[in-house]
């Protein structure tokens, strides 16, 4: 399955399923990236983090690591 940190500007897809665990995992749910919710990645800073990406009608940006948590289906 691919990730978020793996998806190329101007590409959308959905949610499968947020990984991680505990304080982390909740963190990222209550911001919005729940499963099924479809994300488009907008833009990625020069050096690769942060990730901003359009989900529910706002923009979020979040780092490498925790997008990596986030696995997605085209």
């Known amino acids: 399955m691919k990730t978020l940190k793996e998806l190329k500007v101007g590409k ?4 499968v399923k947020v990984h991680g665990d505990g304080a982390v995992r909740r963190r990222i749910m209550d911001m919005g990236v729940t499963k099924n919710v479809r994300v488009y990645v ?16 706002y923009e979020l940006s979040l780092r490498k690591a925790d997008a990596e948590m986030i696995e997605l289906t085209e």
């Open 12 to 15: 959308s897809a959905t949610v």
């Open 42 to 57: 907008r833009k990625v800073a020069p050096l690769g983090d942060p990730i901003e990406i359009n989900l529910r009608g």
